[in-house]
């Protein structure tokens, strides 16, 4: 069965910010050009953006280069257009500031509406998100920690703000969170609930088998399929424990992240997490296949050529263990082979398995594309077309909680 378009229209919905329409709020710190990349990245997922700026804001950039960014009209004065302080909010499925200054947080906290976006926040209902940004002793003042509690406590989302060296030359927390996390949190807090009370365990990248101290033996996996199926979790409300080999991605927030080297270390990571009882387990890290038999301690000379043996398969011990969570496989192949995977699933007792051909333009290894096959136990056969790797991520989540209930 293939995907229905409307289907597909409500996966890259949850995953991309397609069709939403974001207004960022912009006040005036240093990290204000910052907001450009934002509104670029925002409408990258495929939001529309509308910016209001302070008047400190447009000390530090002017509203043309987010005018041009966002292509749509800035607001910068309440007396611009009469009332778009109240029709720009009530368009809006969602208020970012970044940066939020400590002036604006005290104004929102405080309910003052003396400019275009402390008057809109008022108007505004739906969830905020704020990006705090300003010097770390500010950001530590009690007064300003006390606006951000309230602001938390309505249920506002924080993000950020990042530690490290800052624009007035000292060290500190109060920078700008990243684009990229400021953008994940906007996604986050757009996507329903759906996995509210699941713990679930994603592994992701490759493991390395070490012959000696120097060498080891690995594989291509980047990890970006296993980053975003524990991200789509998170995002959907689950408790996340992402267990990943070595990858040159940054650890996501907002879930709990095991760094693991072998394979050995992956399945005691796995064994320890499911002893304390998991709903399902996303194997999607490739697991190197080779390991030595007796790996040596210093490095070995050329001229001994180490025996290799198979690594023990980390699915078939989950899967045969006592608290057995829902398991979820990956089969990496090289061609068509549905029928090797469906093979496998049976084999390794796995409940689902997601199937995908490397050698197909935009899947597999380090591509931010995949289309998969997702079989289940049950038959039941689902096929993706090429899409991110973030829909891929939703689609498999989606038909985990159809197979569930
Ligand atoms: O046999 P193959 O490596 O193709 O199986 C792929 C699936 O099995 C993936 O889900 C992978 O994470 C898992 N696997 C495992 N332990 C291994 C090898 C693969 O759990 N040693």
Same mark, same amino acid.
């Given at each position: ?15 991309? #910010? ?33 910016? !209001? ?12 280069? #987010? ?33 939020? &200054? ?55 989302? @924080? &993000? ?24 994940? &949190? ?11 009370? @699941? ?25 970006? !399929? ?26 996501? @927030? ?48 050329? =001229? ?29 192949? /090289? ?14 007792? !796995?409940?689902?398995?997601?199937? =995908? ?9 380090? /591509?931010?594309? =995949? ?10 056969? !689902?096929? /993706? ?21």
């Amino acid at each position: 069965m293939s995907f229905s378009a409307a289907k597909r229209k409500r996966n890259q919905q949850l995953t991309n #910010l397609k069709n939403r329409s974001v207004l960022l709020g912009v006040s005036g710190g240093v990290a204000a050009y910052k907001a450009v990349e934002l509104v670029r990245r925002l409408k990258d997922k495929g939001a529309s953006v509308t910016v !209001m700026m302070t008047g400190a804001a447009q000390q530090f950039i002017t509203p043309l280069s #987010l005018q041009i960014a966002s292509q749509n009209t800035v607001y910068t004065s309440l007396f611009q257009e009469p009332l778009t302080h109240i029709s720009i909010p009530a368009a809006a499925d969602i208020l970012v500031v970044a940066p939020a &200054t400590a002036n604006s947080i005290a104004k929102f906290a405080n309910g003052i509406a003396d400019d275009m976006l402390s008057t809109a926040f008022l108007a505004f209902r739906g969830p905020v998100v704020i990006a705090p940004s300003m010097n770390g002793k500010m950001y530590e003042h009690p007064v300003v920690q006390e606006n951000l509690k309230k602001l938390l406590s309505l249920g506002i989302v @924080q &993000t950020g703000p990042d530690s490290g060296p800052l624009a007035c030359g000292e060290e500190g927390t109060g920078r700008l969170a990243e684009v990229r996390d400021i953008v994940d &949190t906007v996604v986050a807090a757009l996507t329903p609930k759906d996995l509210i009370g @699941q713990k679930i365990v994603v592994t992701a990248g490759p493991t390395r088998e070490y012959l000696d101290p120097v060498r080891f033996i690995s594989n291509r996996s980047s990890g970006k !399929m296993g980053f975003s199926v524990a991200k789509a979790a998170r995002n959907r409300g689950a408790e996340v424990v992402l267990i990943s080999g070595p990858t040159a991605l940054e650890s996501p @927030q907002g879930l709990t992240f095991r760094r693991v080297d072998t394979s050995d270390q992956m399945l005691s990571a796995l064994r320890d997490e499911t002893e304390r009882g998991v709903s399902a387990l996303i194997m999607a890290a490739a697991v190197a296949d080779f390991r030595s038999v007796r790996p040596s301690k210093a490095k070995v000379g050329k =001229n001994k050529i180490p025996l290799l043996t198979c690594t023990e398969d980390i699915v078939s011990c989950i899967a045969g263990g006592e608290k057995r969570p829902f398991i979820i496989g990956f089969a990496a192949e /090289t061609g068509k082979k549905l029928d090797r995977a469906r093979e496998k699933m049976k084999r390794k007792k !796995m409940d689902m398995i997601v199937f =995908n051909d490397v050698t197909e333009k935009g899947s597999g290894f380090e /591509t931010d594309t =995949n289309r998969v096959v997702i079989m289940d136990k049950k038959n039941g056969v !689902m096929r /993706t077309g090429l899409m991110s790797k973030d829909d891929v991520a939703d689609a498999i989540l989606d038909r985990y909680l159809k197979i569930k209930a």
